[in-house]
């Protein structure tokens, strides 16, 4: 496992392209963290390591944003997410099979339909700016 700290929004940023630079289609990142922790941050520097300049916003309310790429990325926001029926109906069993990157906010509610080889990613929110990251890759 790899752990760090960031010190502000730009470090975040610049950890998830670290990261986004190394995957690859079909790879997961479930993000785990709280309200303000950092998530969407850590995953807008995903889209910049794969090379996606489309702007990167929370799936808050739409539960996925597709941003386009090859691979895609799917940016999913499971919050709302209260069981499988509200799983099946993102499509995010479709988006697996399509062979994109699966980036996952809030994972820790459908951590059971989470692949095997999932990449996890534990934001914690240490002050205003600094955020510990871990980063769990099989």
Known sequence: MRRFTTNSA??????GARLGRRLKGGDVVAVYGGLGAGKT?????????????????SPTFALVHEYGGEPLLAHFDMYRVEGWEDLYSTGF?????????????????IEAALPENTIRVHIRKLDADSRLIEIDMP
């Open 10 to 15: 730009a470090e975040t940023e610049q950890a």
């Open 93 to 109: 069993f479709d988006y697996l099979d399509r062979g994109g990157v699966l980036a996952v906010e809030w994972a820790e509610n």
């Open 41 to 57: 941050v850590f995953v807008r520097g995903i889209a910049a390591g794969l090379g996606i300049t489309d702007e990167v916003s």
